[in-house]
Nanobody, 122 residues
Framework: QVQLVESGGGLVQAGDSLRLSCAASGGSLNDYSMAWFRQAPGKERVFVAIKWNGGSESYSDSVKGRFTISRDNAKNMVYLQMNRLEAEDTAVYYC????????????????WGQGTQVTVSS
């Protein structure tokens, strides 16, 4: 059973960059597809990005071209590089892991971190 801990959130201005990190323990990331979700106040948790253990990636349309997901299986780390941040990116960002299932649906993920807050001021 894998445990996930996110870090790297903060308060930034529109146009700035942030890199979120997700540290995994209790299992090898080789066994999981790794994703980032986010949840804005009063809204549901939504898909942001995924990197499958085969190396393929997918992004939501709202972040495509601005965000990049990466993973270092040897270090059991997952990252989300966020560039050209916008006020609409303000949310709590969650790291998630799944072995199988619909990759775009939060309910299909078995393991979650506690989340890290990202606030973008305009």
């Amino acid at each position: 059973q894998v445990q996930l801990v996110e870090s790297g959130g903060g308060l930034v201005q529109a146009g700035d960059s942030l890199r979120l990190s997700c540290a995994a323990s209790g299992g090898s990331l080789n066994d999981y597809s790794m994703a980032w979700f986010r949840q804005a106040p009063g809204k549901e948790r939504v898909f942001v990005a995924i990197k499958w253990n085969g190396g393929s990636e997918s992004y939501s349309d709202s972040v495509k071209g601005r965000f990049t997901i990466s993973r270092d299986n040897a270090k059991n780390m997952v990252y989300l590089q966020m560039n050209r941040l916008e006020a609409e990116d303000t949310a709590v960002y969650y790291c998630a892991a799944q072995i199988s299932g619909n990759p775009w649906v939060a309910a299909e993920y078995s393991y979650w971190g506690q989340g890290t807050q990202v606030t973008v001021s305009s």
